[in-house]
C-alpha cells in the first residue's frame, strides 16, 4: 500500500511540474507579453535598437560578455554537479538509507535512489548544454551588434541581431529552469512528500517570476 501512495505521489508532483510549464508555454506563444520572457525578449529587442542607432558598442561588448561570463560559470557548475552524481551512482553509494530514515511512506529501494540521482545528473546535463549555446548565441550577438550598417547591412539589421541575442537567452532560460528543477527533485531523494512540496514550492516560485 505504501508503494502505491508513494509512486501516485510522484506521480502527481511530476504532472504538477509538467503541467506548469505547458501552460507557460501556452501563454508564451499566444500572449507573449503577460510572461516575464516575453516581455524581456520584447526590452532586448529595445536595447538592441539602441545600441546600434547610437553606437554604443562599449555597454554592448560589456553586457554580452557579463552574460557570456554567467553561462560559463552556470555551464561549468551544472557539469561538474552533474559528473559527481554520476560518479556516486556508479560507484555504488547507497543514499538509500536517508531516503528511509525522512520518508513518512515507507523505505525505498537502493535502485530507486539510484535511478533519482540519474535524473538529477541528465537535468544538469541538460542545463549546461543550454548554457553553452546560451554563450555561442552571445557570442554571435557580439559579432553582428557591431557590424557596420553601410557594409554588411543583411547582417546588421536590427531584428537578426535580436533574434540571435534571443536565442541566448531562450537557452539561458532553459538552462535556469533546469536549475530550479533540481531543487525538487533533490527532496525526491529524501522521498516522495518532499518532492511534492518541493514541486508546490518550486511552481509556486516559478510562477512569481514568469508573471
Known amino acids: 500500500m505504501n508503494l502505491n501512495y508513494s509512486l501516485a505521489i510522484d506521480i502527481v508532483s511530476m504532472l504538477i511540474l509538467i503541467a506548469y510549464h505547458l501552460v507557460l508555454y501556452r501563454f508564451f506563444i499566444h500572449t507573449p507579453e503577460k510572461t516575464h520572457i516575453g ?6 529587442g529595445l536595447w538592441v535598437d539602441m545600441v546600434m542607432a547610437e553606437k554604443k558598442d562599449i555597454l554592448a561588448v560589456q553586457t554580452l560578455r557579463n552574460w557570456t561570463m554567467a553561462s560559463t560559470f552556470l555551464a561549468s557548475t551544472a557539469i561538474l554537479i552533474s559528473l559527481g552524481a ?15 530514515q525522512l520518508s ?31 554563450i555561442r548565441y552571445y557570442n ?18 536590427i531584428e537578426p541581431v535580436t533574434k540571435t541575442l534571443n536565442r541566448g537567452a531562450v537557452h539561458y532560460n532553459l538552462g535556469m ?3 530550479y ?31
Open 177 to 179: 529552469r533546469a536549475y
Open 140 to 157: 554571435n550577438a557580439g559579432f553582428l551588434i557591431n557590424v557596420p550598417v553601410d557594409k554588411y547591412p543583411q547582417n546588421a539589421e
Open 39 to 44: 516581455k524581456a525578449n520584447i526590452l532586448r
Open 104 to 134: 513518512v511512506l515507507g523505505p525505498s529501494s537502493e535502485k530507486f535512489a539510484s535511478f533519482k540521482l540519474l535524473v538529477i545528473s541528465v537535468t544538469l546535463f541538460f542545463a549546461f548544454f543550454n548554457f553553452t549555446l546560451a
Open 86 to 100: 554520476l560518479s556516486f551512482t556508479f560507484s555504488g553509494g547507497d543514499i538509500s538509507s536517508l531516503s528511509n
Open 181 to 211: 528543477m533540481t531543487a525538487p527533485l533533490t527532496l525526491w531523494l529524501l522521498g516522495p512528500v518532499w518532492f511534492l512540496l518541493g514541486s508546490l514550492l518550486i511552481t509556486y516560485v516559478m510562477y512569481r517570476m514568469d508573471y
